[in-house]
């Protein structure tokens, strides 16, 4: 189709202003009447500038053609979770009684009113990088993955650190927990209670996987020792048959999913918000994680939520319940793993040796000798080595009971009902948290 070219209309503009009329003007350009009437009555009333041709959508905006009261709304969503995609918003708006019956726009729409409004990140482009081939998990709770997430300044609660769980299949979010590690600043990093506490929570709603998936961090991993030994939280999921795989140095790839999840977790419920107290974020998260599994769409489930794609992930595969877990647990998986296992220390200036963070003493002739340490599960005993003058000797394993690995649990169990005195400190904290799942009075 053939248009005018700017030129052209300042042409008109200047003819017509010469007292010629549309049909003279049209007859020397070479221009059919209308066209002509057109830009001579627009640049008469509205000057030269209203010359320029603005074809596309209107100056208004994206969001121009819909009700003011969706706008309203989609601009406080955004000024309340400045981390809201436009994805997030659809599903948002689609579930929400207030706009039923409103025309809502669609994902392609709210990214173009996003990107007007400046609220876009700039993405570089990228390259994968070549991974080894890993065995894939072929059902639910076959294989969850475990990583924290922090230290993160939370208004109103303080510094927080996010422990959080993924099952490998289904990309169903398990928990989000909010560890609280300090009021101004980070004073410590989530300990094995913590952890216990997040996976008895998580246990309890989607019952035990048979494997846990995890990095190299301290809680899970002897890092400061050549000759690594299982920390406490090794061997209690070892009791309760769940493999702990422990993923490569430096390799955040390999546990991709919950990496990405950290992001989904701040920016869906962290990001601009402002708690009033613990208590309120820890809702807060156990409410969006509904949300997140149940209509917001997952790229890894083909843009379906993930307990829409895999609806059986909701029933647990290994029922589990806290107050049956002394019963569950076997102490005959840790012997048998640690009747694999071979370790080799420096025995101190006494002949004291360290395992697991337990001291085993041998005798002051052993003082600064390498030992070699196994494990004989015929009399539960652990066999030191010095190879040195070739002398062995033999000590009972120490904290291996469900009594010295369970924690909190265990002790509680046990335990009376009791008031907690106020005010209430983290340690405390979690005992309400282990009470609540024991259906205990405190």
């Known amino acids: 189709m053939r248009m005018t070219s700017l030129q052209d209309r300042v042409t008109i503009l200047e003819m017509a202003e010469t007292d010629l ?11 059919c009447l209308a066209t002509v009437r057109k830009w001579r009555r627009r640049g008469q009333r509205q000057g030269c500038t209203s010359l320029v041709s603005r074809m596309g959508r209107p100056p208004q905006g994206a969001l ?29 708006a689609r579930s929400t009684a207030d706009l039923g019956g409103q025309r809502l726009p669609k994902r392609a729409t709210l990214a173009r009113w996003l990107k007007q409004q400046g609220l876009t990140r700039r993405y570089q482009r990228h390259r994968e990088l070549l991974v080894p081939a890993t065995g894939t998990v072929q059902a639910v709770h076959e294989a969850w993955e475990l990583d924290a997430y922090g230290a993160i300044p939370v208004p109103g609660v303080g510094m927080i650190s996010l422990l959080n769980l993924n099952d490998c299949f289904s990309r169903v979010k398990l928990l989000s927990f909010p560890c609280w590690v300090g009021a101004q600043r980070v004073s410590r990093h989530p300990d094995t209670a913590d952890y216990l506490l997040a996976l008895r929570l998580a246990f309890v709603d989607w ?8 990095d190299r961090d301290s809680v899970y991993f002897d890092n400061t020792s050549k000759s ?23 390799q955040p790839r390999k546990r991709a999913i ?35 599994n ?30 049956q877990e002394a019963t569950m647990f076997d102490v005959e998986r840790i012997y048998d793993y640690l009747s694999h296992g071979q370790w080799f220390r420096k025995a101190s200036n006494v002949g004291v040796v360290t395992l697991g963070d337990l001291h085993y003493g041998l005798g002051q002739t052993w003082a600064k000798h390498e030992v070699q340490i196994t494990f004989d599960r015929t009399d539960s005993c652990f066999v030191f080595l010095d190879r040195r003058n070739e002398q062995t000797k033999r000590r009972p394993i120490k904290g291996i009971t469900y009594a010295d690995l369970a924690g909190d649990l265990g002790r509680l169990s046990e335990l009376h009902p009791y008031q907690l005195a106020l005010p209430l400190s983290w340690q405390e904290q979690r005992v309400i948290r282990l009470s609540e799942t024991l259906g205990v009075t405190t």
Request: hydrophobic share 40%; charged share 20%; net charge neutral.
């Open 228 to 250: 690594p030994f299982p920390t406490r939280l090794h061997l209690f999921l070892l009791g309760l048959d769940v493999a702990l795989v422990i993923g490569p140095a430096h």
């Open 207 to 214: 019952g035990l996987p048979s494997q846990l998936r995890v």
């Open 64 to 92: 121009s053609s819909f009700a003011g009261s969706v706008r309203d709304t989609l601009r406080t969503w955004r000024q309340q979770h400045p981390r809201w995609g436009p994805q997030t918003l659809v599903v948002q």
């Open 294 to 323: 149940r209509h917001l769409p997952c790229h890894g489930c083909d843009d379906v939520p993930p307990l829409v794609a895999h609806p059986q992930a909701a029933c647990p595969q290994r029922p589990y319940a806290p107050d």
């Open 258 to 292: 919950t990496e990405r999840s950290h992001q989904t977790w701040d920016w869906q419920v962290l990001a601009g918000q402002q708690f009033s107290d613990w208590d309120a974020l820890w809702q807060a998260l156990i409410t969006r994680r509904d949300f997140l």
């Open 21 to 31: 009329s549309d049909r003279e003007i049209a007859e020397r350009i070479g221009w």
